[in-house]
C-alpha cells in the first residue's frame, strides 16, 4: 500500500543529518546520507549507520546546484538493508514554503529531463 503523500523523484543528492536527541551520554555525531528519492513531504536516503524508527534530526539536504534546504526530519520507517548500507524513509517534520518550493522545481525539471529522454 502506498503511504506516500507527494510524489516523490529519484535523485542522487547528499544529506547530512544531526541527532537532535542523542540521550544521555550520546553525542551528536553527523549521519551522512545518500538520497534516493525526494518529495515535499519526506525522502528516501541511504545510510551504513544504523537508526531507529522515529528519531528526529537536523539536515542540510544539498541540491545540485549548491542551493541547500535546512529542515527537521523524522525517520518513520526502515526499508531493507542493501549490503553495507540501510535504506530509510524520513518525513519532513519542518520544512518552509520556500524549501517546498525548491523541492517542486526539482521535481519539475526531473519530470521534464525524463520526457526529454523519452522522445
Same mark, same amino acid.
Given at each position: 500500500?502506498?503511504?506516500?503523500?507527494?510524489?516523490?523523484?529519484?535523485?542522487?543528492?547528499?544529506?547530512?543529518?544531526?541527532?537532535?536527541?542523542?540521550?544521555?551520554?550520546? *553525542?551528536?555525531?553527523?549521519?551522512?546520507?545518500? *538520497?534516493?528519492?525526494?518529495?515535499?513531504?519526506?525522502?528516501?536516503?541511504?545510510?551504513?549507520?544504523?537508526?531507529?524508527?522515529?528519531?528526529?534530526?537536523?539536515?542540510? &539536504?544539498?541540491?545540485?546546484?549548491?542551493?541547500?534546504?535546512?529542515?527537521?526530519?523524522?525517520?518513520?520507517?526502515?526499508?531493507?538493508?542493501?549490503?553495507?548500507?540501510?535504506?530509510?524513509?524520513?518525513?519532513?517534520?519542518? &520544512?518552509?514554503?520556500?524549501?517546498?518550493?525548491?523541492?517542486?522545481?526539482?521535481?519539475?525539471?526531473?519530470?521534464?529531463?525524463?520526457?526529454?529522454?523519452?522522445?
Amino acid at each position: 500500500m502506498e503511504q506516500r503523500r507527494a510524489e516523490r523523484i529519484d535523485t542522487e543528492l547528499k544529506v547530512m543529518m544531526v541527532p537532535i536527541d542523542a540521550g544521555p551520554g550520546n *553525542v551528536r555525531k553527523p549521519i551522512f546520507a545518500d *538520497v534516493i528519492d525526494v518529495s515535499k513531504t519526506g525522502i528516501g536516503f541511504m545510510t551504513a549507520n544504523e537508526i531507529e524508527d522515529h528519531t528526529y534530526f537536523k539536515a542540510r &539536504l544539498v541540491f545540485h546546484s549548491k542551493e541547500s534546504v535546512d529542515t527537521i526530519i523524522e525517520t518513520v520507517r526502515h526499508i531493507t538493508k542493501e549490503g553495507d548500507k540501510n535504506r530509510y524513509g524520513g518525513r519532513f517534520v519542518a &520544512l518552509s514554503e520556500s524549501d517546498q518550493f525548491k523541492i517542486e522545481v526539482l521535481r519539475m525539471f526531473a519530470k521534464n529531463k525524463g520526457n526529454e529522454t523519452e522522445e
